[in-house]
């Protein structure tokens, strides 16, 4: 039987696990069918050696899941030491682009590529970046994490750095749709609201998914609530996500955020947001720093209530790595990673 037979379609779930290595308790929620992936954060790092081999041991125990970070660059970069490049804040990028164009999209790219390139190399398979927010100077969970205020220089560096992702195999997940800079509050911790007509977000906010295009991966969708739009927070509502699917074209893989963030509890327990944002159009579903909730939703979950859970499978499958990655020795070797990664020397140093 070839490998690719015997690889199942991904479920609609994304957890985490709990320490450094694997526990019984990991292993038993990677192998449910229902889960599709696994999420690490900094506690899940001590160093190279271990992150590789918390990876291998994830793929052994289900071979295709994806492995997924919040790895972006500024203050969202779990893993930072033991050789792995300080990333700038995207707002760095920003303000570079204000005095050179050129320089700014050359810079994205090598960070994408540089970003990508390094978790590979330890077996993670996608990071959620880029942030399509924009910057309003107004939201402290954004802040320095959106690239600029203007969304034309947001769709171009976003679109220069997936393009370092992609020299690297990996996919890019832009977030966090249709835009999360203008509210102040954090969803992780409270419920923002969003008062602005909607027509002023889809100029702004949503513009860069449609001019993305297919250059978009995935999609983060806000856990922030426009009341002139839907009483639902983006990522539980079926208005939003049609939009996004109809109008802006995006065909692919849609995450929720995290669901025991507060921003989320609007839809109820975990199970109930789970099944909202499914029937809503969302493909995956995330449970973070929760192993209880993690196992609420495994044994609760309706994966029926999807819009289609076929294609959604099919789509997150689709967000794996298809080339192989240079091990971390090998790619200390090669010049178009020492190039890149110079180049972010080099203006750290200058900054």
């Avoid at 370092?164 to 996919?171: E, F, K, R, W």
């Avoid at 609201?193 to 002023?200: G, L």
């Amino acid at each position: 039987m070839k490998m690719q037979d015997q690889i199942q379609l991904p479920g609609p779930v994304m957890l985490d696990v709990v320490g450094t290595t694997l526990d019984a308790q990991d292993r038993r929620r990677i192998r449910d069918p229902l889960t599709g992936g696994v999420i690490l954060f900094a506690r899940n790092y001590t160093d190279r050696a271990q992150l590789t081999a918390l990876c291998e041991a994830i793929h052994a125990e289900r071979p295709g899941l994806l492995i997924a970070v919040d790895h972006e660059g500024g203050r969202v970069q779990r893993f930072r030491s033991d050789g792995f490049t300080r990333l700038p804040a995207m707002r760095r990028l920003g303000e570079l682009w204000d005095r050179d164009v050129l320089a700014s999209c050359k810079l994205a790219t090598a960070l994408g590529y540089v970003l990508a390139a390094e978790l590979r190399a330890c077996g993670v398979d996608l990071s959620f970046t880029p942030v399509l927010d924009l910057d309003y100077g107004a939201s402290e969970v954004i802040g320095d994490r959106a690239f600029h205020h203007d969304p034309r220089v947001v769709t171009l560096l976003a679109k220069s750095l997936n393009h370092g992702l992609a020299l690297a195999g990996m996919a890019n997940c832009g977030k966090h749709f249709p835009g999360h800079g203008f509210v102040a509050a954090d969803s992780h911790i409270a419920i923002p609201v969003d008062e602005r007509d909607p027509k002023d977000i889809l100029k702004d906010d949503a513009a860069p998914y449609g001019w993305l295009g297919m250059s978009l991966s995935a999609v983060m969708p806000a856990h922030v609530i426009y009341p002139k739009f839907d009483k639902h927070p983006a990522g539980f509502s079926r208005k939003w996500l049609s939009l996004l699917r109809n109008d802006l074209g995006f065909d692919g893989v849609i995450f929720s955020d995290d669901l025991s963030m507060e921003g989320a509890s609007v839809a109820g327990t975990v199970v109930d947001g789970a099944h909202a944002a499914l029937a809503a159009g969302c493909d995956m579903v995330l449970v973070c720093n929760s192993p209880d909730k993690a196992d609420q939703l495994l044994q609760g979950l309706d994966p029926s209530v999807s819009i289609d859970a076929q294609v959604s499978a099919q789509r997150i499958a689709a967000l794996a790595p298809t080339s192989s990655a240079k091990d971390w020795d090998a790619l200390q070797e090669d010049g178009h990673y020492r190039a890149a990664k110079q180049l972010l020397v080099d203006f750290a140093q200058a900054a």
